[in-house]
């Protein structure tokens, strides 16, 4: 596995994407976020006996973003964590929406490595998508699932870690996606 692998953490606004990047990386709950802003979060971990220093591009999901940086982006992703909330049966019906913007974007030769997450199980009381639909869209799609609190940090870090150890198994040469010589991939502050 590259020692800086990135991963995408994508879905509708509101699902908690950088909450569970802040309380991953940080170890922190944050109530409310500008959600016009994209960012990269970097956090060395050890993983397994094994020091990594990992990229999360956290970004809000534009359809209006430029395809080529749609593009860039997906194509030097290793890893995706495609997120709902337990709350918004919206964001749930979404995701295949999601799914099919990467397999459009990923190169024919690289697996995406993708993990599906039901977010803010916290709120129980106002869940409308049950745990068992999540797990069977995730098992229809091949992908492992979780579901989190970004609130309480439930299962934040077994995720990551899960979506690390399934990255493993694939041979993944950026190098082959990019002219760049670079993993890393700058996310523009505003739309293009």
């Known amino acids: 596995m590259d020692k800086n692998p990135i991963i995408s953490i994508i879905g ?3 699902v908690g994407k950088t909450s569970f ?3 991953f990386c940080y170890s922190q709950f944050v109530e409310e976020y500008d959600s016009m802003i994209e960012e990269s979060f970097r956090k060395q ?3 397994d006996n094994e020091i990594l220093i990992i990229e999360i591009l956290d970004y809000h999901y534009y359809d209006e973003w430029n395809n080529r940086i749609k593009q860039k982006i997906y194509e030097k992703t290793q890893g995706f ?3 709902y909330s337990i709350n918004d049966k919206y964001s749930f019906n979404e995701l295949e929406n999601y799914l099919n913007e990467i397999y459009k974007y990923k ?3 690289d697996f995406p490595i993708i993990i599906i997450i039901g977010n803010k199980n916290d709120l129980e009381d106002e869940r409308q998508i049950s745990k068992e639909e999540g797990n069977e869209f995730a098992i229809k799609h091949g992908c492992p699932f979780y579901e989190t609190s970004a609130k309480t940090r ?3 870090e077994e995720t990551v870690f899960t979506l690390l150890r399934e990255i493993r198994k694939y041979p993944f040469d950026s190098k082959s996606n990019s002219n760049s010589n670079s993993n890393s991939i700058q996310i523009p502050n505003q739309i293009v």
Do not use: D
């Open 12 to 14: 509708n606004g509101g």
């Open 154 to 156: 439930y299962n934040i």
């Open 81 to 83: 964590i495609v997120v």
């Open 107 to 109: 190169k024919v030769n």
């Open 45 to 47: 971990i050890e993983i």
């Open 21 to 23: 990047t802040i309380q």
